[in-house]
Nanobody, 121 residues
């Protein structure tokens, strides 16, 4: 089995910053890609940022210039630095990973349980 655990969410004032973390563990041979999604109340889940094992990143237009995704491949960690927070960034933030499992060597997509980010004064 493979598990993802997010942390770092909380209540922040507009204009503030947070760093979210996601730790992958379990029967992992390698991690192909990791991503952050978010889902606000009453809205569909949307991709926020994505990073490949080679370090290539992409971002949703709504967060470009404010959010930065990074990873520590040795520790199976991915981070999301979020700056200049806006009220519309309020959402549950979910980590997703595409991994190759050990010993089966099969591709598996795994989701974390989410961490709540609330922007409010």
């Amino acid at each position: 089995q493979v598990q993802l655990v997010e942390s770092g969410g909380g209540l922040v004032q507009p204009g503030g910053s947070l760093r979210l973390s996601c730790a992958a563990s379990g029967n992992i041979f390698s991690i192909i890609e990791m991503a952050w999604y978010r889902q606000a109340t009453g809205k569909q889940r949307e991709l926020v940022a994505h990073i490949t094992s080679g370090g290539t990143t992409e971002y949703a237009d709504s967060v470009k210039g404010r959010f930065t995704i990074s990873s520590d491949t040795a520790k199976n960690l991915v981070y999301l630095q979020i700056n200049s927070l806006k009220r519309e960034d309020t959402a549950n933030y979910y980590c997703k990973a595409g991994v190759i499992t050990n010993p089966e060597r099969r591709y598996l997509e795994v989701w974390g349980q989410g961490t709540l980010v609330t922007i409010s004064s």
